[in-house]
């Protein structure tokens, strides 16, 4: 499956704050979204991601004086994107080998959408259940 059928069935819900936001305002949009990252853009440009990672990180590190300062103090600055064309395979590559959860996904050089690792692993079920649904109907057959 690709990258681009992953977001039609999940949509293109992309939460999105600044990099000057306080860490405990993006604690807050991370609790109230539900979700356990949000891309830190400047304009339309991502310039970052803050996982719950992050912010273990920065709370280990600086302590409560942490939420007063602002997220791109700690927010992960090296971004890896996935693309639209990319299969699921590969971004299960990707997010092993580099240990991270989540993946923003640009077309055309826009963010078109993020893809998190329970996104990989819902489809790598559904594909495995479809598989053995297919086996199971050729045997009757």
């Not at 681009?4 to 939460?15: H, P, Q, R, S, T």
């Not at 791109?72 to 959860?101: N, W």
């Amino acid at each position: 499956m690709l990258v681009a059928e992953i977001l039609k069935n999940k949509g293109d819900a992309v939460y999105a704050i600044g990099p000057d936001l306080p860490l405990g305002e993006a604690c807050s949009e991370l609790d109230r979204l539900r979700v356990g990252a949000l891309m830190i853009c400047d304009q339309d440009k991502v310039v970052g991601v803050l996982s719950e990672r992050d912010v273990v990180r920065a709370v280990a590190r600086d302590g409560e004086a942490a939420l007063g300062r602002p997220v791109s103090a700690y927010m992960t600055g090296e971004v890896i994107f996935a693309a639209p064309g990319e299969t699921v395979a590969i971004l299960m590559g990707r997010m092993t080998d580099r240990r991270i959860r989540h993946l923003p996904v640009l077309r055309d050089g826009r963010l078109a959408g993020v893809i998190s690792i329970g996104d990989v692993v819902k489809c790598q079920i559904a594909e495995a259940t479809q598989e053995a649904e297919s086996l199971r109907t050729y045997i009757a057959g």
